[in-house]
């Protein structure tokens, strides 16, 4: 790419050749009803060619209006779309060089599943030959082979699924951009196809960006995740960078389940923190930063990584005491659900590796213990 | 247990036996045929009349059968004049009111705009008005921009109240389609028109063709807008009603049934279209 192009354009001369997607300062505003909702309160992402790449929130928090904006059905309020280190921004939708996988797939129901494949390439201008072979190829790779006359209604919603997939990378496009594409399947289905995605992106090497509200989805398949709420991107990151050090409150909610254990800090280190919990209980926690004595602070540590016992577990930096309240048993692992010396509720998952009896009943007191290094201060903790 | 299911099972074999039991489960049945045969009956009546070898001005009493009338269909040029200009009309009406309804029906069903809620209106108005109302007030209308009735004032006037009823049902067809239909065309690349040709146009197509078959039939047996926008040119129904003081010639039995024949032949048409279609 030369520096010339780069030189309108802020973003750093790597990431313009480099990244298949970036958005500078995108902001989506509508007019609804004579007031404006702000769908879209700046974002800036860069996503890399062949990234699989999630965008994560619940309804509302502008996830699909970004994915809009990127194919082109929306034209931003401010900010700009960046395909390949070009600006876009203003091009229409059968301009761009992203195609789409819509929600409820889309298909043309008046069009033979070839036909619909094929719809793109003809578009084109592709020549007869070529389209045939390509559409193929395509129907091949999400094994569709020999369904090509079939109209969409007469297949089932996986393959249906398939189908709109098909007709979107048929173009080899510069990113794929994928709307809830699993929501209307089942379980099952949905977790086959979630390995399937997974197989296809890596064979036909393209970027995917895919928005979804279901946080297992997104953690199952990601490279990277972006969490989106309320119109901004609250935590960018791997997978397991989010689920283990979340930003903020709402990411340690929003993925997973989380702990919150809120207490006064006591002492105050260069990297870590004491903080007083319920009556006179110690917590360790890793923090960036030194707080004032008796600032409240509020940390989270996951289910999985509590070690419940009925005895003290020796001189750990994090143990605090409570009673069982209830114990659910799950098969592959056991839930307790422990009320603290201070009166939050704490979930504790244990894997059910042995088939020996529960470690407690309900009522029982027990000590809670975890590595300091599983534990986040809330917001304090810069993603490493 | 075995005596409680045989009870059980006596009561419909003895509601069978009793006339009354016979007709309660097969009420509906009978209501049915009913209603069919008082649907159909008087047109059964206009396709036999059609065939009657009657002898006097008047066809009103069965004389014998005759296939001459078939031979003479066009033996009464009024008649055939009359006919032509009605098939003429009701086809430009097909034509230009299914076009600008279908139009009106997209604009409605898809879109958004200023004026959205006064257009509806005005169209139910036009489908709710009634006919005599309508055809004084154009009557009125075209005597007063002094246009010469005739031809295009019936022409104009079909086409006015017939467009109402294609954008309604364009409307509804257009109201069942997904939007990211046309998203995901435009996605793969295909322009404003091309979308339309290649998807909308596809998609909406029974509702268009539904809304243009229903303005044909309104305006090719529209008497009381007609009768008041025609001036000195004669349709088919004004021929016959013209003709009633002396005397309807079998022929109008003829060409009723023949114009009969081709809206069922039509609608069966469609019928299996729709039908492979939806295979």
Redesign the interface.
């Known amino acids: 790419m030369p520096m010339t192009e780069t030189a309108d354009a802020p973003a750093p001369a790597a990431a313009a050749t480099l990244s298949a997607i970036e958005l500078i300062g995108v902001v989506k505003t509508y007019q609804s009803r004579g007031e404006a909702v702000h769908a879209v309160k700046g974002i800036d992402l860069t996503i890399a060619q062949g990234e699989f790449f999630s965008l994560l929130g619940p309804s509302g928090c502008g996830k699909t209006t970004t994915m809009r904006v990127i194919a082109g059905f929306e034209e931003p309020t401010a900010g700009e779309v960046c395909l390949q280190g070009k600006n876009v921004t203003g091009v229409p939708a059968n301009k761009r060089d992203v195609n789409m996988v819509f929600q409820s797939y889309a298909l043309f129901p008046h069009m033979s599943v070839f036909e619909n494949v094929a719809f793109g390439l003809r578009r084109k201008g592709v020549e007869k030959a070529e389209v045939t072979r390509r559409t193929a190829e395509m129907l091949e790779i999400v094994d569709l082979a020999g369904r090509e006359k079939r109209r969409p209604k007469q297949l089932s919603g996986g393959q249906q699924q398939r189908v709109a997939l098909a007709r979107a990378l048929v173009n080899r496009p510069r990113a794929l951009l994928l709307d809830e594409p699993l929501g209307a399947l089942d379980l099952k289905l949905r977790q086959a196809m979630q390995v399937e995605l997974k197989r296809i992106q890596r064979e036909v090497g393209i970027t995917f960006v895919y928005v979804t509200h279901d946080q297992g989805e997104a953690l199952a398949m990601s490279d990277r995740i972006a969490v989106m709420n309320d119109g901004v991107i609250e935590q960018l990151g791997s997978p397991r960078e989010i689920y283990e050090h979340p930003a903020s409150k709402f990411v340690a909610g929003f993925i997973g389940t989380s702990n919150l254990l809120t207490g006064t800090v006591a002492e105050s280190g260069a990297d870590t923190a004491v903080i007083r919990y319920g009556a006179d209980e110690r917590i360790t926690v890793p923090v960036r930063g030194v707080f004032a004595e008796g600032a409240e602070l509020e940390l989270t540590v996951r289910p999985e990584k509590i070690d419940l016992r009925l005895e003290a577990p020796g001189n750990g930096a994090c143990q605090i005491t409570g009673t069982v309240t209830e114990v659910v048993y799950l098969g592959t692992s056991t839930n307790y659900n422990v009320r603290t010396s201070a009166g939050a509720d704490v979930v504790v998952f244990t894997q059910n590796a042995s088939s020996a009896d529960d470690i407690a009943v309900r009522g029982d007191s027990v000590w809670l213990s975890w590595e300091p290094e599983h534990s986040y201060a809330i917001g304090t903790e810069a993603a490493p | 247990m075995s005596t409680r299911t045989a009870e059980r099972a006596a009561p419909p074999a003895a509601r069978r036996r009793s006339p009354l039991g016979f007709l309660r489960g097969r009420s509906l049945h009978i209501y049915t045929w009913l209603v069919i045969a008082w649907l159909l009956l008087p047109i059964c009546v206009m396709i036999l009349f059609g065939f009657n070898d009657t002898q006097s001005r008047y066809n009103t009493k069965w004389q014998g059968f005759t296939f001459k009338w078939y031979g003479e269909l066009f033996a009464i040029d009024e008649l055939t004049t009359a006919l032509i200009n009605s098939l003429l009309i009701a086809l430009l009406t097909m034509l230009i009111a299914g076009t600008l309804g279908t139009l009106i029906g997209l604009a409605l069903g898809r879109y958004r705009f200023r004026g959205a809620g006064p257009l509806n209106l005005v169209m139910f108005a036009a489908i709710a008005c009634a006919e005599i109302v309508m055809g004084a007030s154009l009557l009125s209308m075209f005597v007063t921009l002094s246009a010469p009735l005739g031809f295009w004032t019936i022409l104009i006037a079909h086409v006015m109240f017939s467009v109402s009823f294609v954008a309604v049902t364009v409307r509804a067809r257009v109201l069942t389609l997904?939007p990211?239909?046309e998203?995901?065309?435009?996605?793969?690349?295909?322009?404003p028109l091309?979308t339309f040709r290649?998807?909308t146009f596809?998609?909406i197509f029974p509702g268009v063709m539904a809304g243009s078959l229903l303005a044909f039939a309104l305006s090719i047996d529209d008497f009381v807008i007609t009768n008041f926008t025609a001036g000195g040119t004669v349709t088919f129904p004004l021929w016959i009603w013209g003709s009633t003081r002396v005397g309807t010639p079998p022929q109008v039995n003829v060409m009723g049934t023949l114009i009969f024949a081709v809206g069922v032949l039509l609608a069966i048409g469609l019928r299996l279209i729709a039908r492979r279609?939806a295979a």
Do not use: K
């Open positions: 997904d990211a239909l998203e995901a065309a435009r996605d793969l690349g295909a322009g091309t290649l998807v596809p998609m279609r």
